[in-house]
């Protein structure tokens, strides 16, 4: 498949028949010539420095019911958690200190945190934090809430597309959520001015490799300033408990895809790697990946915002994987830079 990963290198893109080939006929060869190649076009823009984002959990109430998802509304078992704007702005307190300069709030979609509410944090974190750039992910939201939170200082937003079939989408969410609506928020997002992720779960229940081959084309189309893919895992209380996770290897494969497709992309070495791979994290900044997006919530809610099963770091604190990040960084010849990675264009 060399040719192919050439043609990649060279064009930046693949026709989908081609996406589907180079997948399904992957060697262990191809895979080390993939790696080496978005290692060195990383390394050409970013140098060997990783950018952290803290991760802040705010909340995991969700009016949403996604099949995969361990805080989907009809989970009874989750014990469910809002932090106040106090607690919120005391973890970015903290995660200033540790060096953080972009702060993630992520939450389930919470009716509770109304426009205002937001508007008002996103507000006093500016405030406090001028230097810092502010990236919300809280789902799905008119582009009115979208603009107001711009306007309130916030500078990106994630938001995974999930999948970008149809019928794909389907299999995986409640029929009130559809894809055309995600697709509509994205581009909402991007004409207002916010750098913007979507990403996929690799290994999802009902994924196929053509799936998969269009989730790379709708990402090149889209030309988003982040991706942000994992594994799909498991989590012991929705419709998948019995579905296999995702394979670290094709996800690991896939980042080194879209480190090709676009070279200046911020792509982490997501958390979810981590959890089914004691390396994951490690290997995904081998693979090309550039963002590692650390947990800045209180420890006491860490194991609330389970979306899957076995979620490492959640009994650990702030600086503690700091510290740990830190060196695992080290261990592949990388090194954390204490900036807010912002987008570039080339
Ligand atoms: N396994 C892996 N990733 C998941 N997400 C949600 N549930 C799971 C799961 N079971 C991902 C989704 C979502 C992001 C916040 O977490 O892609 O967009
Ligand atoms: Fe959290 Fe290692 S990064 S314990």
Redesign the pocket.
């Known amino acids: 498949m060399k040719h192919l990963i050439d043609k990649l290198y060279e064009t930046k893109s693949l026709e989908k028949q081609e996406f589907i080939e180079l997948i399904q006929n992957r060697s262990k060869d191809d895979e080390e010539y993939l790696f080496k190649l978005a290692r060195g076009v990383s390394q050409k823009i970013f140098g060997n420095k990783i950018y952290l984002r803290g991760l802040i959990e705010f909340t995991n109430y969700c009016r949403n019911d996604c099949y995969y998802c361990g805080i989907r509304k009809s989970n009874q078992n989750a014990d469910r958690y809002r932090l106040s704007k106090e607690e919120i702005l005391s973890c970015c307190e903290q995660g200033h200190k540790l060096g953080f300069r972009t702060f993630v709030l992520q939450g389930g979609e919470d009716g509770y945190y109304t426009d205002e509410k937001i508007v008002d944090i996103v507000s006093s974190i500016r405030q406090e934090y001028p230097d810092c750039a502010i990236t919300l992910s809280m789902g799905e939201k008119s582009r009115k809430s979208y603009q107001k939170f711009f306007d309130a200082g916030a500078n990106r937003y994630l938001l995974r597309h999930e999948t970008a079939n149809e019928e794909h989408y389907k299999k995986l969410h409640p029929e009130n959520l559809s894809l055309q609506n995600r697709k509509r928020c994205l581009m909402n997002l991007k004409e207002i001015g916010y750098q913007v992720g979507c990403g996929f779960m690799v290994g999802s229940p009902f994924q196929t490799v053509q799936n998969i081959a269009e989730d790379l084309l709708f990402i090149k189309e889209l030309s988003p300033q982040m991706i942000g893919i994992g594994p799909f895992i498991a989590h012991h209380d929705t419709c998948f408990a019995n579905e296999p996770n995702g394979s670290v290897e094709l996800t690991l494969f896939l980042v080194a895809v879209i480190r090709l497709m676009i070279p200046n992309a911020l792509i982490p070495a997501t958390t979810a790697l981590?959890t089914l791979d004691r390396r994951g994290r490690e290997q995904g900044i081998l693979a090309g990946a550039n963002v590692l997006m650390?947990?800045l919530s209180p420890v006491k809610v860490r194991k609330k915002y389970a979306l899957y099963d076995n979620k490492?770091?959640t009994g650990?604190e702030a600086a503690?994987?700091n510290v740990?990040?830190r060196n695992?960084v080290s261990s592949v010849g990388y090194e954390i830079i204490e900036n807010r990675g912002d987008f570039k264009e080339i």
């Open positions: 981590g650390p947990n490492i770091c650990e503690e994987c740990c990040l695992r």
